[in-house]
């Protein structure tokens, strides 16, 4: 059974992302929305989450959350089996593990991301496909993703954050990619994409789940290893940063 069409395929060899609009059952598309809703429930049992924020408007609000594919049973069962991972598996040509997964809240003010390509920040391997998730849907207001069309493998230059210099972001073309609840948007590691901030009123959240090819290794356990150390060395600190690189536009927070 096939879960990517030729058009699709396309689409992904000649732009390096492609819209899966029809992949998730409309069952598990109505249910996506309170699974995420879950994860923002204090849970004492559940110590492996980890939680950022930001500060907006002088309130500390939730910008994202990682590590809780074990924490529940129905997110674990959308990430390992059926129809998102057996597509990114056949947009990679190969089987595939999972490197980590994501949720970005983008509250009401959330900030936006600069100009970036993934494989900046995840340079243990050597390609990598993310799945994004709407969870809300993902419009120009409230910040959706933008991306520019790259089939190639290759880092384009960066400024000192490890984001796209503002020459090579400002002769992109962009392309903002509006979403339904439950859409998927595979990307590849080398897309450049960006976001605004959420200037409407309401969510805008998004799951985001990075594969790599199974022969690159299982890689998650000691990603999050990592992590969750370089989080614990942020301890004294008044906010800890959300990634690598400096691509986030907000003021990291704690609560
Ligand atoms: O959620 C967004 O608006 C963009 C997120 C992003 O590019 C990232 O987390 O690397």
């Known amino acids: 059974m096939s879960f990517i069409s030729e058009e699709q395929r396309i689409h992904w060899m000649t732009k390096g992302w492609v819209i899966l609009s029809q992949t998730l059952d409309a069952s598990v598309r109505a249910l996506v929305p309170s699974w995420v809703d879950d994860l923002v429930k204090p849970d004492p049992d559940k110590p492996r989450r980890l939680h950022y924020y930001e500060e907006v408007d002088g309130r500390v609000q939730i910008c994202r959350t990682e590590r809780f594919m074990e924490d529940h049973p129905d997110l674990r069962k959308l990430i390992t089996q059926g129809a998102v991972i057996n597509s990114v598996a056949e947009l990679l040509g190969t089987s595939v593990h999972l490197y980590k997964e ?4 983008k509250l009401p003010g959330g900030a936006g991301f600069r100009p970036h390509q993934d494989a900046t920040a995840y340079d243990q391997l050597s390609h990598h496909i993310t799945c994004l998730i709407a969870v809300d849907p993902m419009t120009s207001s409230n910040g959706c993703l933008e991306l520019s069309d790259y089939s ?3 880092l ?5 954050d490890g984001c796209l210099s503002d020459k090579v972001a400002t002769s992109l073309i962009w392309k903002k990619a509006e979403l339904r609840t439950g859409d998927i948007l595979c990307f590849s590691s080398f897309t450049p994409h960006k976001s605004a901030a959420n200037l409407s009123g309401e969510s805008r959240r998004a799951i985001y ?3 790599n090819a199974a022969a690159e290794g ?3 356990e000691s990603y999050y290893e990592k992590r969750a150390s370089q989080m614990a060395e942020q301890e004294s600190e008044s906010y800890a940063r959300i990634s690598n690189i400096g691509h986030f536009e907000g003021r990291s927070a704690k609560t």
């Open 218 to 220: 299982d890689l998650r």
């Open 152 to 154: 190639s493998r290759n």
């Open 156 to 160: 384009l230059e960066t400024d000192g």
């Open 102 to 105: 994501k949720v970005n809240y």
């Open 209 to 211: 789940l990075t594969y």
